[in-house]
């Protein structure tokens, strides 16, 4: 018997999930067209397993730049919450693609955090 795998693609919008709920005033939830125009910064790569301290440095460089970019991204978000006549809609999704990249940093974040206790682990043996 074969078996079947079945994979999805990850959609790149988190807003998307956000659609199906209901909003107050039945508005669709999506994204307004100046959040839209938001650049959500793309996640520093992994960090080898083989690292050195050199690598490990430059990943923290790495990160530092994507979370400033997670709060110009941010930023802009907000911005765009401010412009009137906004559906429940935009607004839900505003606040989706808020919190999406609130938790897409703190992956981020840990994943450096987690590499920076190997190292110290690693030297300290």
Do not use: W
């Not at 018997?1 to 998307?16: E, G, N, S, Y």
């Not at 080898?48 to 490990?56: G, R």
């Not at 607004?91 to 693609?97: E, F, P, Y």
Request: one cysteine or more; charged letters at 25%.
């Amino acid at each position: 018997m074969r078996k079947i795998i079945i994979l999805t693609a990850m959609v790149t919008i988190p807003v998307c999930a956000g659609a199906l709920a209901q909003t107050a005033d039945e508005s669709v939830v999506i994204l307004p067209l100046e959040a839209q125009t938001c650049n959500l910064p793309v996640a520093p790569g992994l960090i080898p397993d083989d690292f050195s301290y050199e690598d490990l440095a430059k990943a923290k460089g790495n990160v530092v730049s994507f979370q400033a970019g997670m709060k110009k991204y941010r930023d802009c978000l907000d911005a765009s919450g401010k412009v009137a006549m906004l559906t429940d809609g935009n607004k839900l999704a505003i606040n989706n693609a808020h919190n999406y990249s609130v938790e897409m940093e703190e992956r981020i974040a840990e994943q450096f955090n987690v590499a920076v206790r190997a190292y110290k682990a690693r030297k300290a043996e």
